[in-house]
């Protein structure tokens, strides 16, 4: 049974740039969330997807965008790359809009 | 009132020690309040979660305590072992509002043998 599978695992990017990071869901859940970890601080919740629709957004600015496609599968984009968004991006899933996450290693973005 | 206070920010224990990681909040709306263990390199990893209804949860060697009128909860760990070296994160969310978790800054935790 495939847990979450997030790609690339790590990723290096200048400021500026655009950057699109993927997760596959665990089997058999349907909703995706994204979060934010910073070094050495707790994971921030960006947003999350249920049914290709973005249900819940957290503080973060209009830069950071998603889609979540039918099979479940999601992308969080990020444009115009800035320093202060190096991080660990976590996808986490869950079955409906609730509680049991799953959370996936996440991808190590690093913008020089 | 959206944050999750946890404390300390790191611990040390001896081999078979009990650490015991605290949480405050303030929105008691939350219902939902999950402890994630986290290595170096990985995602968070659920542990152990308690709803306001009952004041204690043991899974193993793991025991959340909630004390819903002082809005506080901590976790304990018995008989720590090195393999339980890790960061720890309690958490909380409303589960009708769609789950979304606030978490705690985390918990460095060592385990010396």
């Known amino acids: 049974d495939a847990g979450v599978t997030q790609s690339p695992t790590h990723l290096i990017k200048t400021r500026g740039q655009q950057v699109t990071l993927r997760c596959s869901p665990k089997?058999?859940?349907?909703?995706v969330s994204w979060y934010q970890q910073a070094l050495g601080q707790g994971p921030q919740f960006i947003f999350q997807?249920?049914?290709?629709?973005?249900?819940q957004r957290g503080n973060f600015p209009d830069r950071f965008s998603g889609h979540q496609f039918p099979n479940y599968s999601s992308e969080l984009n990020v444009n115009a790359l800035l320093l202060g968004d190096s991080a660990l991006y976590l996808c986490?899933?869950?079955?409906?809009?609730?509680?049991?996450?799953?959370f996936g290693s996440g991808t190590r973005l690093t913008v020089v | 009132q959206q944050q999750v206070k946890q404390s300390p920010q790191s611990l040390i224990v001896q081999k078979g020690g009990i650490p015991i990681i605290n949480c405050a909040y303030e929105n008691t709306a939350f219902d939902y309040f999950p402890w994630y263990q986290q290595f170096p390199g990985k995602g968070p990893a659920l542990l152990i979660a308690?709803?306001?209804?009952?004041s204690e949860k043991k899974e193993g060697r793991f025991t959340i305590s909630f004390n819903k009128s002082a809005k506080q909860f901590s976790l304990h760990i018995m008989d720590s072992q090195p393999g339980d070296s890790a960061t720890y994160f309690c958490?909380?969310?409303?589960?009708?509002?769609?789950?979304?978790?606030?978490f705690g800054q985390g918990t460095e935790l060592s385990v010396k043998p």
């Open positions: 986490a899933s869950s079955l409906g809009l609730g509680d049991g996450y799953t």
């Open positions: 089997s058999g859940h349907d909703t």
């Open positions: 958490a909380a969310s409303v589960s009708r509002a769609g789950g979304k978790l606030i």
């Open positions: 997807y249920y049914e290709e629709e973005e249900r």
């Open positions: 308690i709803r306001p209804d009952v």
